[in-house]
């Protein structure tokens, strides 16, 4: 079992930064590639960005690519979310999620292949 709980939810204006963490304990977190998803009201749950076991391989959904960073530091168990440039319509809510994969550059932007979840963090972004 892996235990996901992320933070760093806010209220921001557009423009603004904010910077998501998601700490994991449990399983190696080295293990895992890690995800975040997102949640907007009224809509389904859709794929933001993954990272590798290692961290040297990055995928990001168009909607944030260049204005959304991830990292992780395995050595702490955290992964974050640096979201600049923010919209109204990144307001949503923020998940992060586990799979475990064999191959240490392995990306995955499946929902269905995350095992573990975290329990969210709300983003507002205002006009």
């Known amino acids: 079992q892996v235990q996901l709980v992320e933070s760093g939810g806010g209220l921001v204006q557009a423009g603004g930064s904010l910077r998501l963490s998601c700490a994991a304990s449990g399983r190696t977190f080295s293990n895992y590639c890690m995800g975040w998803f997102r949640q907007a009201p009224g809509k389904e749950r859709e794929f933001v960005v993954a990272i590798s076991r290692s961290g040297g391989t990055t995928h990001y959904a168009d909607s944030v690519k260049g204005r959304f960073t991830i990292s992780r530091d395995n050595a702490k168990n955290t992964v974050y979310l640096q979201m600049n440039s923010l919209k109204p319509e990144d307001t949503a809510v923020y998940y992060c999620?586990?799979?475990?994969?064999?191959?240490?550059?392995?990306?995955?932007?499946?929902?269905?292949?995350?095992?573990?979840w975290g329990q969210g963090t709300q983003v507002t972004v205002s006009s």
């Open positions: 999620a586990a799979d475990p994969v064999l191959f240490r550059e392995a990306v995955t932007t499946t929902q269905k292949a995350y095992d573990y």
